[in-house]
């Protein structure tokens, strides 16, 4: 089976659903795996013939399940008890004219954030069943029509209070208990702990800051989940949002893309760094830790573009060795193959 589970980080308890290949006569089973009526259900969505196939449409397949079901399973707690999260994305599961609303609104950072990654999880979905039959294409959209139909009835019943007839298919779904999450990028997005500094955030802004916070997410997202894995990039929340980039073999040197703090309060604008790890003890032999210098900081006069931002990183990528010519970039000019001016430096 593909993507092992884990409840180590954030919702965690009964499954809405969980998706998982298995071979069986010379063929790979997508199967959905959740509660019913009776207790736990392994049902086969298709099945293809070359497990290649079947992997990414897993993968996919688990991500939207989770990033679906989490949002209306857990308590907004942003300074308002009782709060439930919107339900508006539950659509794009199967209205391909309601995707463009995942990137429109301004709930909150987290809510938001969660409906961006389900947009990129959708998108892979679709690029992995550009590759299948037209039969397994047709099977995988009926189980998102089921997916979100289910998830719909139960809520429907939650808000309501208003008992569901019993059917022998009927998937479970039970408030604050949502999902055991796949290993993966959902795990940072729906983790407590990334909601948690999201919220703290997004604190005592005004609409119109949250709202320019919410943009400032979605650039920040759509250009992480764009770059090249060899970037070695991640996303990080715990002082704001950025991207942090460490390519293999970079000699100490890393670059931070930060996006500005909500509420006017330290960094106002974007800005891009590279920095260097230097030892806390420079006598030590071997290196046991070591803290984050600012060599080069450009700060940017206006947003960056996701585009302008995944060649950057992908340049990263490409050519590591970079950081050392951007290390050593004067005040004044711009880090080489880019548009980043150098404000600010360290001279050795």
């Not at 449409?57 to 707690?77: C, E, F, G, K, Y």
């Not at 080069?296 to 990183?313: H, I, M």
Request: hydrophobic residues 40%; proline residues 6%.
């Amino acid at each position: 089976m593909t993507a092992e589970l884990s409840a180590a980080s954030g919702p965690k308890g009964i499954s809405m659903t969980i998706y998982a290949q298995h071979a069986n006569r010379g063929k790979t089973q997508i199967l959905a795996t959740y509660e019913g009526e009776a207790g736990v259900v392994a049902a086969t969505v298709t099945s293809l013939g070359d497990p290649a196939l079947t992997a990414p449409i897993v993968d996919a397949l688990n991500q939207i399940s989770a990033l679906a079901t989490v949002p209306v399973s857990v308590h907004d707690r942003r300074e308002r008890p009782g709060g439930y999260y919107p339900a508006k994305h539950l659509a794009a599961l199967t209205d391909r004219t309601a995707r463009a609303e995942l990137l429109n609104g301004a709930h909150s950072l987290w809510y938001e954030y969660a409906c961006l990654e389900l947009h990129q999880a959708l998108a892979d979905l679709d690029t992995a069943l550009a590759a299948v039959p037209e039969p397994v294409r047709i099977a995988v959209e009926a189980e998102l029509e089921t997916e979100a139909r289910q998830l719909r009835e139960a809520l429907d019943e939650f808000s309501e209070d208003t008992p569901l007839p019993e059917h022998q298919d009927r998937r479970r779904w039970d408030f604050e208990a949502p999902f055991v999450t796949p290993d993966g990028r959902t795990d940072d997005v729906l983790s407590s702990a990334t909601r948690e500094q999201l919220d703290h955030i997004e604190r005592g802004l005004t609409a119109q800051e949250r709202e320019r916070a919410v943009a400032d997410l979605r650039v920040i997202g759509m250009a992480y989940a764009q770059c090249s894995g060899e970037a070695e990039a991640r996303i990080h929340h715990d002082y704001g949002e950025g991207i942090f980039a460490e390519p293999y073999d970079s000699d100490g040197l890393f670059v931070s893309i930060d996006v500005p703090k909500p509420g006017g309060e330290g960094n106002t604008s974007w800005t891009i760094e590279v920095g260097l790890w230097e030892p806390d003890d420079p006598d030590e032999e071997e290196l046991s830790s070591a803290t984050g210098a600012t060599i080069r900081r450009c700060v940017l006069p206006t947003a960056p573009g996701v585009d302008e931002l995944v060649a950057f990183l992908n340049r990263i990528a490409d050519q590591p060795d970079v950081l050392a010519k951007w290390a050593e970039t004067p005040i004044g000019q711009a880090l080489a193959g880019t548009d980043f001016v150098v404000t600010q430096g360290r001279e050795e």
